[in-house]
Antibody, heavy 123, light 107 residues
């Protein structure tokens, strides 16, 4: 069974930093692109960042470019999101989400999601 | 950036009725569209990919259609567990991946 478990969320002051983790199990982690998708309270879904299975390619939304860094450790089956210069607009539940296919040449769509971790940016 | 627009924002239906949800892309995305269902306090669940292929375990009452810029999700006979928010997502071009704003299906 595929499992994705996020951690690392919490309350952080504006301008602060936080690192999220996503522990994966139940599939060959290194074969799949993984993304972070966030959802502000009461709002819709916003893709934040994605990374290829090897970690060699990374992608970012304009809203987080230069402030967030996605990475992965395939030996630990873990995905990370380093977030800095946080603002109130970054307040959201952050989900990690796995691409449905290991060989799809197209950008990803997601067949497995974690339960999410809440990041609150407030003074 | 490809903008995804969903309509209506809210759809009021009764159990057993048919629901039709729309999603429009600002430019052609071929059939590279997914639909997700999200219930309160839960992560999204993949329903449809490739515009019309049901994901594993998705009941046959859910169907998707369309290509290019116009897409539809149809729920043939609404069950109580189908009341949720539905999102479309394009995966034809990135970055960024983009989602529609969602359609809430309510009683």
């Amino acid at each position: 069974e595929v499992q994705l478990v996020e951690s690392g969320g919490g309350l952080v002051q504006p301008g602060g930093s936080l690192r999220l983790s996503c522990a994966a199990s139940g599939f060959t982690f290194s074969n799949y692109d993984i993304s972070w998708v966030r959802q502000a309270p009461g709002k819709g879904l916003e893709w934040v960042s994605g990374i290829s299975g090897s970690g060699g390619s990374t992608y970012y939304a304009d809203s987080v470019m230069g402030r967030f860094t996605i990475s992965r450790d395939n030996s630990l089956n873990t995905l990370y999101l380093q977030m800095s210069s946080l603002t109130a607009e970054d307040t959201a539940v952050y989900y990690c989400a796995k691409d449905r296919s290991s060989w799809n040449p197209l950008p990803p769509h997601f067949d497995s999601w974690g339960q999410g971790t809440l990041v609150t940016v407030s003074s | 950036e490809i903008v995804m627009t969903q309509s209506p924002a809210t759809l009021s239906v009764s159990p057993g009725e048919r629901a039709t949800l729309s999603c429009r892309a600002s430019q052609s995305i071929s059939s590279n569209l997914a639909w997700y269902q999200q219930k309160p306090g839960q992560p999204p669940r993949l329903l449809i990919y490739g515009a019309s292929t049901r994901a594993t375990g998705v009941p046959a009452r859910f169907s998707g259609s369309g290509s290019g810029t116009e897409f539809t999700l149809t729920i043939s006979s609404l069950q109580s567990e189908d009341f949720a928010v539905y999102y479309c997502q394009q995966y034809n071009n990135w970055p960024p991946l983009t989602f529609g704003g969602g359609t809430k299906v309510e009683i």
